[in-house]
């Protein structure tokens, strides 16, 4: 991977290579961290970059750092603004993934949240996809759990809950899957180990809801808002059982990173016919518009990077 040439670190832009801590950080050793995924969308007809929906993503993120007690005197907007700042300088066009990050930086022993002092940083590279197969992953149900709101928030993006994701990942992987699918602590499915899930079952669209410990997506919100909007379709959410992934005719995945990307295998099982289905090739269509600013139905959610 190519290392991003700027940061945002202590208030300015720095080059990236000054942007460091000492290995006695707190988040380093705790995981007190939490950090957001932001999708830069390069539009070569109008040769602008546009940033899908930062207001919500920074929104999040300060909510997943007031989890853990961080206080910053920054709104949403001037979040955005510092990114703005940093992809100018970054002189990108094209496509990349932008990571902010607020982490403790005390340089101390002593496991907490409170009387630290929160720092916020953002970077960003340039991105394609980030998974292989979009249009057709075979993934398996994992043998861990998610992690329950009264452990670790799943609903923030905390650092420290990532290492749940890293070993869901890594063992669907090693044993040849794309992915995994996560149950939670009561058996239901939760989510991918870095994506939301969406299922097809008897026609009808189901997500699971906020409160079976997944992450609020910025991109299931999008894709809710798409499939009401522009398919005429309304999305339940409700509790998914495993073996429904077995039986559903449609399944996918979504999120900043991954899109939205079809499951067309769960453990060995074909989905539906075992190919792309069509609501996933017709939403997956309507969504690459609207993030690349291309449906100006949707234009306020992508924000311009550089002054025209
Ligand atoms: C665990 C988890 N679920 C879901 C998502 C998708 O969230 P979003 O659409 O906001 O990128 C992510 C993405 O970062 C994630 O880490």
């Not at 939670?184 to 989510?191: I, P």
């Not at 979504?254 to 079809?262: F, L, M, R």
């Not at 289905?277 to 992508?302: H, M, Q, S």
Request: glycine residues 8%; charged residues 25%.
């Amino acid at each position: 991977m190519t290392l991003p040439n700027f940061a945002f670190f202590k208030g300015r832009i720095v080059p990236y290579g000054e942007a460091k801590v000492g290995v006695l950080t707190h988040a380093l050793n705790y995981g007190t961290a939490v950090f957001g995924g932001l999708r830069g969308y390069w539009n070569d007809k109008e040769g602008q970059l546009f940033m899908f929906r930062p207001n919500d993503h920074y929104r999040r993120f300060l909510e997943s750092a007031g989890l853990l007690l961080m206080k910053f005197p920054y709104s949403e907007e001037k979040l955005t603004e510092f990114t703005i700042e940093l992809l100018r300088a970054e002189k990108f066009r094209t496509d990349c993934y932008i990571r902010p990050l607020a982490f403790y930086g005390d340089e101390i022993i002593g496991v907490r949240l409170h009387d630290l002092n929160p720092e916020f940083t953002v970077m960003a590279i340039p991105f394609g996809q980030y998974v292989e197969n979009e249009e057709g992953s075979h993934v398996t149900v994992s043998s861990w759990r998610r992690i329950d709101d009264n452990m670790i928030p799943a609903r923030g993006k905390i650092s420290g809950a990532y290492v749940n994701s890293a070993f869901i990942k890594t063992d669907a992987q090693r044993s040849g899957f794309d992915e995994a699918i996560v149950l939670n602590q009561d058996g239901h499915v939760a989510e991918g180990s870095a994506e939301n899930l969406f299922i097809v079952r008897k026609g009808v669209l189901c997500t699971p809801p906020v409160t079976d410990n997944i992450l609020e997506g910025i991109t299931r919100r999008t894709v809710m808002m798409l499939l009401k909007e522009e398919m005429g379709v309304e999305v339940v959410e409700r509790p998914i059982d495993r073996t429904e992934l077995y039986l559903a005719e449609e399944i996918f995945f979504c999120g900043t990173g991954v899109q939205i990307a079809a499951i067309t295998k769960v453990d060995h099982r074909p989905i539906g016919s075992g190919q792309l289905g069509p609501i996933t090739a017709k939403l997956r269509k309507i969504y690459f518009d609207v993030v690349r600013g291309n449906n100006p139905k949707y234009r306020e959610f992508c924000v311009p990077v550089y002054k025209k």
